[in-house]
């Protein structure tokens, strides 16, 4: 078989299978959220940290509890990595420098997972279990927290509560990450991913000599590492080392569990609004996108010009064979869709043109299909923005579900789609103005832009992947990175709770013949539009000094 004919068969598979679990997990995430029940396990969890689940919260009160869950979170976690030498099974690690720890802590913590650090010589098993898996979790559930807070706001009228967060991040973890995670860290270990605890050893290697490996729980961290589009790697080599991703099934099976909870939350979105096709036109908008892009990457990688590429059959250089082309562009179309920052391959290393097709991903926002959860919002936000540009175009006021997108809403749509793009310039030119950063680049010109472009659309849109060409463990990297990632998970978060709460506290507005059919394929075509739009307006002259410039060149 082909690579490109491998590539293609690889996409089907993983498309075929995504539509056969959205309908079912969807539903199901729908039920679940809508539920007044309580489990017997979620009662104790309640009971121990105080919090009573039967609460309606207002949008000001929701924002207070994923505040002060996530800086919490944000304390454990460095306190945890600066006392790592004092603690067991440590595997030998000092203590983690502030700097680092900083910027590690805020990484995980707002489901970025970026990672200044090599993981197998720097984390011990008590920070990588109990520290950074824990935040796996918990923080890819305050995301869909929030997305299910939002679509609350369009589901209920004249009430601004929007359900409670607790109830809302216990469900996420109980009833939906933990059992999925169990049963693909089983079917990951069966495809030869490693899961123990042994400490650091001596391996031979076949142009002889020893090299130093540590084992670890890495099959049930890898799992929730895509499953909760996270992203941060057990060892340093991601998920293109073979105890994390051993052969092509694990490959799909790790990007089918990136994708499947983003996507199908478009169907609890439609159910929990009252109308699956709603649902299905976000589906389709997310598709869209993510096929395109898909297509795109593996037609850049499959037919790179020059004498190096044509030998290799494309641009092999970074990838691993047993991944091949296909495989490694399908993935890192995935991760940079989604807020995931995993990588099978070495993505400085792709096309100019291939590098720019990532960093476009992200700067889309991560909405196709984005997070978990963060995608859902994303998009949402969107389609607020492009029912706004469609009332401009016919002179009538903007509705979209039954309710009015005034002034107010424009305004905290508008702050919502800012916030990144100020994060993301600011402290990029910032980096190549001072005299220091640039010390740090691997490359000069327009690769060497690239690598600083890149780290900060990682770091505020929440993604965590890199080009690796860039030295981030540096004071200034580390700080600046941090706060970007901090601003860009929980700013965007303010505005998307006031619009629900916005939205909540309205009364339905009947359908009439002027009324957007938002459900129809029209619109689908008008929130693509709108959506590369935007942010071709906003990163085109930074896409244009670097991966343009260099794939043009």
Known sequence: MSPVLSGAVQLSALAAALALVIRPLGDYMATMYSSNRHLRVERWIYKAIGANPDTEMRWPAYLRGVLAFSLASLLFLYGLQRFQGSLPGSLGFSSIDPDQAFNTAASFVANTNWQSYYGEQAMGHVVQTGGLAVQNFVSAAVGMAVAVALVRGFARTRTGE????????????????????????????ATGAIQNFSGIHEVGQFSGGTQEWNGGAVASQEVIKELGTNGGGYFNANSAHPFENPNAFSNLLEVFLILVIPFSLTRTFGRMVGSVKQGYAILATMAVIWLGFTALMMWTEFHGGGPAFEAAGGAMEGKEDRFGIGGSAIFSVATTLTSTGAVNSFHSSNTAFGGGINLLGMQLGEIAPGGVGSGLYGMLIMAVIAVFLAGLMVGRTPEYLGKKIGTREIKFAACYILVTPALVLGFTAASMALPTPPDSMTNTGAHGFSEVLYAFTSGANNN??????????TQWFNTTVGLAMLLGRFLPMVFVLALAGSLAEQKPVPETAGTLRTEKPMFTGLLVGSILIITGLTYFPALALGPLAEGLA
């Open 464 to 473: 965590g992947s890199a080009f690796a060409g860039l030295n981030a463990d």
């Open 162 to 189: 929007l359900g409670n967060f607790w109830s809302d991040l216990v469900r996420g973890v109980v009833r939906i990450l933990v059992p999925i995670a169990v049963v693909a860290a089983v079917v990951l270990v």
